[in-house]
């Protein structure tokens, strides 16, 4: 059987020059790679700013992400890029700080539970369909766009127990495009050692739009937050609610206004910009692939018939998991996890200096030419054979690994589950002709280009 292989950015057949990468990665750090960066174990480029190490072997990003992780606390330089936006939140926090906000998050986490989530999952689901729904049958959509709704609305609601829509979903849409868009151009002038050729215009417009998304945030957190303050009760049982009432375990403080802003902030955009990545290329891999996609509807309409989801559902959806396990192997959210090495270590044949960056690249490991058959072919059942247990095992970590595991992992799988058999149990998803995706890695893995699709509705919805 022939698989669909989705477009990808090529990699050179050698390595660039350092100017060729500095101009390269100011679009996308895909643009950055070569032929052999799909199959080496380890790999180093020593630019004037740091000296960067990639490791793709499974031994090597064990010990950077779990066995070792202290000593590889997370790259500066991308706390530096994320601070306007997300503060000092657990997303970029190191050591004690970030172990007091990990304590703390975690039993506030609990509130975003499947069975307390579900139902708003469920709700901001079903707004989505009316949106479909309200399209004229075979029109075309940019499907991109749409899942970022949805997912921003899912959280918004799990949040703030308060549906995203009209202008400031797409104020929060537009602004985080833009940040993400300046990303590069803000961090690579450090890299290379040119902190100069940072334009201040560009980091003036980073600043501004991460202002725009947290001025929306902060406006909805003060009234809970003073609430809270003056002794009266939650409104809601939300995920607000639990960060307001969390405290440290150690002197028993709670967050501040700011560091709750920042938390709020952080769990809003990782909670919803990753599963938007990931449910974007999800559905353009679907189009392409419309017998996978009739086996869907037919499991979907067989495990729901016309009523509607229950939590219980989703794990009896085993090819729907599937298509979203194999889409995040060719387009993980976040292509690369940054690491600075506390100290000097020894890997491989190679010598890491203290303050050097290590980045372990899911894009990479993914796609490796030694861990999976057909790695840049588009193949859910390959999880229903045995050959796919030792990668599975090895060389997979769409949400990370070891202490810094993605909290939301379950919360983004079951999203990811809803979203897809909902869709395809009432519409079949088809390419525009001539409309090819392209992938640009910056803080997640977007197209630059939109992910623009055929709708049409399915006789039996």
């Given at each position: 059987?022939?698989?669909?292989?989705?477009?990808?950015?090529?990699?050179?057949?050698?390595?660039?020059s350092?100017?060729l990468?500095?101009?390269s990665?100011?679009?996308?750090?895909?643009?950055?790679?070569?032929e052999?960066?799909?199959s080496?174990?380890?790999?180093e480029?020593?630019?004037p700013?740091?000296?960067?190490?990639?490791?793709n072997?499974?031994?090597l990003?064990?010990?950077?992400?779990g066995e070792?992780a202290?000593?590889?606390?997370?790259?500066?330089?991308?706390?530096?890029?994320?601070?306007?936006?997300?503060?000092?939140?657990?997303?970029t926090?190191?050591?004690?700080?970030?172990q007091?906000?990990?304590?703390?998050m975690d039993?506030?986490?609990?509130?975003?539970?499947?069975?307390?989530a579900?139902?708003?999952?469920?709700?901001?689901t079903?707004?989505?369909?009316?949106r479909?729904?309200?399209l004229?049958?075979?029109?075309?959509?940019d499907?991109?766009?749409?899942?970022?709704?949805?997912?921003a609305?899912?959280?918004?609601?799990?949040?703030?127990?308060?549906?995203?829509?009209g202008?400031?979903?797409?104020?929060?849409?537009?602004?985080?495009?833009?940040?993400q868009?300046?990303?590069?151009?803000?961090?690579?002038?450090?890299?290379f050692?040119?902190?100069?050729l940072t334009?201040p215009?560009?980091?003036?417009?980073?600043r501004r739009?991460?202002q725009?998304?947290?001025?929306?945030?902060?406006?909805?957190?003060?009234?809970?937050?003073?609430?809270?303050?003056?002794?009266?009760?939650?409104?809601q049982?939300?995920i607000?609610?639990?960060?307001?009432?969390?405290?440290?375990?150690?002197?028993?403080?709670?967050?501040d206004?700011?560091?709750?802003?920042?938390?709020?902030?952080m769990?809003?955009?990782?909670?919803?910009?990753?599963?938007?990545s990931?449910?974007?290329?999800?559905?353009?891999?679907?189009?392409?692939?419309?017998a996978?996609q009739?086996?869907?509807?037919?499991?979907?309409?067989?495990?729901?018939?016309?009523?509607?989801?229950?939590?219980?559902?989703?794990?009896?959806?085993?090819?729907?998991?599937?298509?979203f396990?194999?889409?995040?192997?060719?387009?993980p959210?976040?292509?690369?996890?940054?690491?600075?090495?506390?100290?000097?270590?020894?890997?491989?044949?190679?010598?890491?200096?203290?303050?050097?960056?290590?980045?372990v690249s899911p894009?990479?490991i993914?796609?490796?030419?030694?861990?999976?058959?057909?790695?840049?072919?588009?193949?859910?059942?390959?999880?229903?054979?045995d050959?796919?247990?030792?990668p599975?095992k090895?060389?997979?970590?769409?949400?990370?690994m070891?202490?810094?595991?993605?909290?939301?992992?379950?919360f983004?799988?079951?999203?990811?589950?809803?979203?897809?058999?909902?869709?395809?149990r009432?519409w079949?998803?088809?390419p525009?002709?001539?409309?090819v995706?392209?992938?640009?890695?910056?803080?997640?893995?977007?197209?630059?280009n939109?992910?623009?699709?055929?709708?049409?509705?399915?006789a039996?919805?």
């Amino acid at each position: 059987m022939t698989h669909f292989c989705p477009a990808y950015p090529r990699p050179r057949a050698s390595r660039a020059s350092k100017a060729l990468l500095f101009f390269s990665a100011r679009r996308s750090w895909l643009d950055t790679l070569y032929e052999r960066s799909y199959s080496m174990q380890m790999g180093e480029v020593h630019l004037p700013g740091v000296d960067l190490y990639m490791v793709n072997e499974p031994a090597l990003v064990k010990q950077v992400l779990g066995e070792q992780a202290a000593d590889f606390p997370k790259s500066p330089l991308l706390a530096e890029a994320l601070a306007p936006l997300l503060g000092e939140s657990i997303f970029t926090t190191n050591g004690a700080q970030w172990q007091r906000q990990r304590a703390m998050m975690d039993p506030a986490f609990a509130q975003a539970r499947l069975q307390v989530a579900f139902p708003r999952m469920r709700e901001a689901t079903q707004a989505l369909l009316q949106r479909l729904q309200a399209l004229p049958d075979g029109a075309e959509h940019d499907m991109e766009m749409e899942m970022t709704h949805v997912t921003a609305d899912i959280i918004f609601r799990t949040i703030f127990s308060l549906p995203l829509e009209g202008a400031d979903a797409h104020r929060v849409f537009d602004a985080f495009a833009r940040y993400q868009a300046l990303a590069p151009r803000l961090m690579l002038p450090a890299l290379f050692g040119l902190r100069w050729l940072t334009w201040p215009w560009d980091t003036w417009r980073s600043r501004r739009a991460a202002q725009e998304i947290r001025g929306l945030l902060e406006k909805l957190v003060r009234p809970r937050y003073e609430a809270y303050q003056a002794g009266l009760p939650h409104p809601q049982a939300d995920i607000l609610s639990a960060f307001l009432d969390a405290r440290d375990p150690q002197t028993g403080a709670p967050f501040d206004f700011d560091e709750l802003v920042n938390q709020v902030a952080m769990l809003f955009l990782a909670g919803h910009e990753t599963s938007a990545s990931a449910l974007g290329w999800a559905s353009y891999l679907l189009a392409h692939a419309p017998a996978i996609q009739d086996r869907m509807h037919a499991e979907a309409s067989a495990q729901l018939g016309e009523r509607q989801p229950e939590s219980t559902d989703m794990k009896q959806l085993t090819l729907t998991w599937n298509v979203f396990r194999e889409t995040l192997r060719l387009f993980p959210p976040v292509g690369f996890f940054a690491r600075q090495s506390a100290g000097g270590c020894p890997m491989r044949d190679k010598q890491v200096p203290a303050g050097a960056t290590v980045v372990v690249s899911p894009w990479l490991i993914h796609r490796h030419r030694q861990w999976w058959a057909e790695p840049d072919a588009f193949d859910p059942d390959r999880y229903d054979n045995d050959a796919a247990r030792e990668p599975l095992k090895r060389a997979y970590l769409p949400f990370g690994m070891g202490p810094r595991v993605c909290l939301g992992a379950a919360f983004a799988l079951q999203e990811a589950a809803l979203i897809l058999s909902s869709i395809v149990r009432h519409w079949r998803l088809e390419p525009v002709p001539g409309h090819v995706p392209q992938p640009v890695g910056r803080l997640t893995i977007r197209s630059a280009n939109g992910v623009r699709l055929v709708l049409r509705r399915r006789a039996t919805a």
